[in-house]
């Protein structure tokens, strides 16, 4: 599986901007697909992930309400929709898929993702 992100750029606080991820090869034994972001100088965290058969999705707190993750299985493309953008949003974000089957309370987890896109900078301008 390889995954291409793109989407990213300047934003402005309050604002918006969609990423995408689109994903090729065998994307169909993809579990979930997340979003994970890094700001410089602080760990990669996660952010949101979504079920690739039934499109359940999780958050993480700080962007709930503000960020909506969805995916288009026939086109092998994830999503992640960001409103009300706020500068603490601003670092790489990166997005990968599991290879199989993760158990619920691992989706948050970097290691348990398999496949990885090159990542695209965010920068929300106060």
């Known amino acids: 599986v390889q995954l291409q992100a793109s989407g990213g750029g300047l934003a402005q606080s309050g604002g918006s901007l969609r990423l995408s991820c689109a994903g090729s090869g065998r994307t169909s034994t993809a579990y979930y697909m997340a979003w994970f972001r890094q700001a410089p100088g602080k760990e990669r965290e996660f952010v949101a992930a979504v079920n690739w058969k039934d499109g359940y999705t999780y958050y993480t707190d700080s962007v709930k309400g503000r960020f909506t993750i969805s995916r288009d299985k026939y086109k092998h493309t994830g999503y992640l929709q960001m409103n009300s953008l706020k500068p603490e949003d601003t670092a790489v974000y990166y997005c990968?898929?599991?290879?199989?089957?993760?158990?619920?309370?691992?989706?948050?987890?970097?290691?348990?993702?398999?496949?990885w896109g090159q990542g695209t900078q965010v920068t929300v301008s106060s």
């Open positions: 990968a898929a599991s290879g199989g089957w993760v158990i619920l309370s691992r989706r948050s987890d970097l290691d348990a993702y398999d496949y």
